[in-house]
C-alpha cells in the first residue's frame, strides 16, 4: 500500500502499512497485525489507531498519489 502515515499532531506514526502489518518509523522488520483490532499509538502524543484506519489512510494516500502522477502526465502531453 501507501508509506509515510502521520499522526494528527504531525509526528511520523509508521513508515508503511500493508495488509499483513506495519513498518515503524525509522526502519525495522515487519510488524504483523495479529487480529484486525491491533493498535498503533503514536510516540509524541500518544493517540490510538486501529488497523483498519490506517489501512484506509493507506489506500487514500496511494490513490491520491495515483491521481496527481495521472494528472501530471496529462499536463506534460499538453503542454508538448
Same mark, same amino acid.
Given at each position: 500500500?501507501?508509506?509515510?502515515?502521520?499522526?494528527?499532531?504531525?509526528?511520523?506514526?509508521?513508515?508503511?502499512?500493508?495488509?499483513?502489518?506495519?513498518?515503524?518509523?525509522?526502519?525495522?522488520?515487519?510488524?504483523?497485525?495479529?487480529?484486525?483490532?491491533?493498535?498503533?499509538?503514536?510516540?509524541?502524543?500518544?493517540?490510538?489507531?486501529?488497523?483498519? +484506519? $490506517?489501512?484506509?489512510? *493507506? #489506500? @487514500?494516500? %496511494?490513490?491520491? !498519489? +495515483? $491521481?496527481?502522477?495521472? *494528472? #501530471? @502526465?496529462? %499536463?506534460?502531453? !499538453?503542454?508538448?
Amino acid at each position: 500500500m501507501a508509506g509515510g502515515i502521520s499522526c494528527i499532531c504531525g509526528a511520523p506514526l509508521v513508515e508503511e502499512v500493508t495488509d499483513r502489518g506495519i513498518y515503524p518509523v525509522g526502519g525495522g522488520a515487519l510488524i504483523p497485525f495479529r487480529r484486525t483490532t491491533d493498535y498503533v499509538m503514536c510516540d509524541s502524543c500518544l493517540r490510538t489507531y486501529d488497523v483498519r +484506519s $490506517l489501512m484506509a489512510r *493507506a #489506500e @487514500t494516500a %496511494e490513490s491520491i !498519489e +495515483s $491521481l496527481e502522477r495521472l *494528472a #501530471e @502526465t496529462v %499536463e506534460e502531453a !499538453e503542454q508538448g
